[in-house]
């Protein structure tokens, strides 16, 4: 296709994008910032949920954008038998498909993986879900502030007199993506040594279970549960978000002595160093109320410059909390080039985030932000399916595309 430009390292997949709103869709976007081509499928009158979600700029979603950049957009609903056909010419020329149905509906609509397998073997099937393909909560659904409370992730995040807090955005969806793409990936792998494709199968919360890794192993031996500490880390004291004096907000996190050592430097306050209870890292954290305090009440004697040069100048590990007008504002993001401008037919400049991790030779690119539903059916159900103008026609008063 004209504007899928011969470009990054997964230029040469072909990837069918079904299902909605962000984990499953999530890996698609990952796969085609590096060039895959993405055909999205969107159910005709009834499009994608995220498009509702706001932000928008007028009737413009803004979310959207992002999320659908650089994919193929095209309307097909896969429910009605008459596009069975059309949904299997998409299945059969692709490399990798991506859904996010609750268990059993592709099943249902005669789209069974299983089944399909035998007559497109070489095919990879990333199916995200809440809580798995399998298992006795498979058929549960599943949203990433649940996934967050049922990982056990919420348990210890917030602060021991105010409950478990979840993320405020949505962090399971965007990790099953990452996990999806990963995952998608080393199925590519296999496939190159033995021909034969797989599926993928990522719940919602099994990421975020691997993320904490730490406090599995932990419970398993020692019996010991991780606690609440709001901005604090158990294991490294001190690690926190400070409150400036000009109401600025610095985070430190002194994971090693020799951190803690500069921290001190740079507070002019050496002797906490020869105190026993401030001595290591054991001791810090059996009183880490205290020299948390010390570092809280020196943050809030200067303002938010004057505390990050100090910091800087004696090499501690810290960070002003940004707004985001201060991250697109950086000059460090502006050098590693983490915010991509495009220009938009609907809204002109558009910022967006940059593909990530950075490649020396097939570096992603941003080519196009999230079209209209049903943009590109004419190209892909005419051009790339030979579909004609007659038949597309009927097919759109049947409402299947």
Known sequence: MSDNSDFGGLSDLKVLELGSMLAGPFVGSLLADFGAEVIKVEKPGAPDALREWPPHKGEVPLWWKTMARNKHTVTLN??????????????GRSDIVVENFRPGTLERWGLDPAELAKDFPGIVWVRVSGYGQTGPYRKRGGYATIAEAYSGLASFAGYADRGPMVSPFPLGDYLAGAFGAYGALVALHARSRTGKGQIVDVSLFEPLLRIIESVVVRYDQTGQKKPRLGNQMEEDVPRNVYRTGDDGHIAISCGSQ??????????????LGSDPRFATMTARVKNRQIIDGAVASWMASLTTEEAMARLEAAQVVAGQVNQIDDVLADLHVAAREAIT??????????????????????????????????????RIFGELLGIDATRRAALRTQSVI
């Open 78 to 91: 896969l429910s009605a038998p008459e596009a069975r056909e059309i949904a299997l010419e998409l299945i």
């Open 258 to 271: 020799r951190i803690f050592d500069n921290l001190l430097k740079a507070m002019e306050q050496p002797e």
């Open 341 to 378: 401008t495009l220009s938009d037919p609907e809204l002109g400049d558009l910022k967006l985030p940059s593909p990530v991790p950075h490649l020396s030779a097939t570096p992603g690119q941003v080519r196009w932000a999230g079209r209209a539903p049903g943009a590109d059916n004419d």
